[in-house]
């Protein structure tokens, strides 16, 4: 069983930055599709950064620019730096593991980010 675990959410002022960690169990991990989401409240879950095997990346509009996905095969870990941080990011990041060659997807709990004005 995968189990995703986040870390490095808080507290931020408007233009700060913060990186966000997911530490992902298993030993499949460097074959698997990694994604950050997060929900605002109100609203329904986005995409915001997928990061694949290969290392190719895609970003949310929103956050293209200001945000970088990277991950590290050898710890199994993902992260999402967050720059130039703005009110509306405000939301639960959560990271998600795809592991399409079986149909797979394990979502993390979640972790606050909460940027101020």
């Known amino acids: 069983q995968v189990q995703l675990v986040e870390s490095g959410g808080g507290l931020a002022q408007a233009g700060g930055s913060l990186r966000l960690s997911c530490a992902a169990s298993?030993?499949?991990?460097?074959?698997?599709?990694m994604g950050w989401y997060r929900q605002a409240p109100g609203k329904q879950r986005e995409l915001v950064a997928e990061?694949?095997?290969?290392?190719?990346?895609n970003y949310a509009d929103s956050v293209k620019g200001r945000f970088t996905i990277s991950r590290d095969n050898a710890k199994n870990t993902v992260y999402l730096q967050m720059s130039s941080l703005k009110p509306e990011d405000t939301a639960v990041y959560y990271c998600?593991?795809?592991?399409?060659?079986?149909?797979?997807?394990?979502w993390g709990q979640g972790t606050q980010v909460t940027v101020s004005s």
């Open positions: 298993g030993s499949i991990f460097s074959v698997a599709v």
């Open positions: 998600r593991m795809g592991i399409y060659f079986k149909t797979l997807e394990y």
């Open positions: 990061i694949t095997s290969a290392g190719r990346t």
